[in-house]
């Protein structure tokens, strides 16, 4: 075994609630030179997450996951307070695929009540999941700088599943000189294709079968693309008219858009972004793919 490995099999796993002792770890660790990563999650672990920190283990000495449910990045009828969650099962979960720490701190320990201070990101977030969800991305902007001031990461774990959260996020820390790394990491599905998420728990048993239109309408854009059809119009259609072959599917957006700047494009001749989110019920699920002609 290499000597960090050593170290990460001798030490259980921690679990740490408040800021203070956090940071006292953190300087602990740097003290003995090791590296750092983070993964942030809203818990109720999946098979998505474990991928995010498994990678994150072989790449780092130390690896903290976050399970915070950020009320902030929530709109006022969405699901917060349904949001699923087993701290437990997540602390296993989080064990046996290599963390070293989770970070799980109450509402109260992350945000004064009388706070003034918002991180925005402008231009990336007025589209796609930001024309759906207003002020989600300050949400999630906001606690992801303080998670990164809180642990002082080397690297960031961040899913492609949410493509335009990694875009943002990538952009604020190259715009606020953020010394971490972003890495953005695949995403895992569902046998059928569904892309995993913690509310898939939400959908009823007919829910989750039409749900597995999403991969299946973006497949076919694939296919298209595949085969050099360059026109948006004509892709945006394949993908519509396959998601209402399903009738509990209600579409929210379908967009293609340029991978980096997330503006819309004409032509399919920059890397696109082709993202989707759909209600199943009261249910929101996004997915997407990255395109490049070249
Ligand atoms: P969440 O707990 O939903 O906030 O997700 C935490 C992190 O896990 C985010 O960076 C997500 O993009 C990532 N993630 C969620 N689902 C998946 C998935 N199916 N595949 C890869 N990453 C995912």
Sequence with gaps: MEGSEAAKAANKMLFVKTIKEIKQIIKNWRKEGLSIALVPTMGYLHEGHLSLI??????????????????????PNEDLDNYPSDIERDKKLCESAGASLVFN?????MYYDNACTVVSVKNLTSMLCGASRPGHFDGVCTVVSKLFNITTPDKAYFGEKDAQQLAVIKRMVRDLNFDVEIIGCPIIREQDGLAKSSRNTYLSDKERKAATVLSRSLNKAKEALSKGEKDVSVIKKIIIDEINTEPLAKIDYVEIVDSLSLSEVSKIETPVLIAIAVFFGKTRLIDNFTWDNN
């Design 105 to 109: 701190p109450e509402v109260s320990e």
């Design 54 to 75: 498994k990678k994150a283990a072989s790449e780092n000495d130390r690896v903290i996951v976050s399970v915070f449910v950020n009320p902030t990045q929530f709109g």
